[in-house]
């Protein structure tokens, strides 16, 4: 068995469902931006040290697994790869309400790179954030039809950013502002 498989060498690949689109496709920028923010979510959670921060990623990597499952589908197989709702929505919320009763909330933007694992974070939060507008375009352009993806997205990206604050106080850092 290889871990290949040379069906892309012609400058396509496959969706879930039937048929094959260029790899540049919108779609499968989506896809790998979701990919990326998944790999960064790891990077992260290998780093952090917050006791809470490795279970809540390791989760939303496995709801980024799904969404992009979603993503990845054809139009008329979307729904069988339906699993982001406002259940799981409702999940990144209640974490991120829960966090923000620990952790000060800075009255000025912040500046990355306090703790490796808040620069992780940080780092994160961006690639999320490009991924939401990856899928907003998907959703503007009717490629996808479930707006929990986008409602997902918006809200994994501000839970990354409380927890870079937590990992910050965590090991003592005060987070830097942009103004001194």
Not at 6 to 30: N, Q, S
Not at 39 to 62: F, K, M, V
Not at 149 to 178: D, H, I, M, P, W
Request: charged share 25%.
């Amino acid at each position: 068995m290889t871990f290949y498989t040379a069906k892309g060498d012609d400058g396509t690949t496959g969706l879930l469902g039937e048929g094959r689109v260029p790899k540049y496709h919108v779609r499968m920028e989506a896809v790998g931006a979701l990919d990326e923010a998944s790999a960064a979510l790891g990077l992260a959670r290998a780093q952090c040290s917050a006791a809470q921060t490795a279970p809540i990623l390791l989760e939303a990597q496995r709801d980024l697994y799904k969404l992009m499952a979603e993503v990845a589908a054809t139009p008329e197989n979307a729904e069988r790869f339906h699993f982001i709702n406002g259940a799981r929505v409702g999940w990144l919320e209640e974490q991120t309400d829960e966090l923000s009763t620990v952790v000060e909330m800075p009255k000025e933007f912040i500046l990355p790179g306090d703790t490796l694992g808040g620069a992780a974070l940080s780092m994160a939060r961006a690639i999320v954030r490009r991924a939401e507008r990856c899928v907003v375009s998907l959703f503007d352009e009717d490629e996808v039809i479930n707006p929990d993806l986008q409602r997902y997205l918006n809200r994994l990206s501000s839970l990354c950013f409380v927890l870079e604050l937590l990992e910050n106080q965590n090991a003592g850092k005060r987070t830097s502002l942009a103004k001194a």
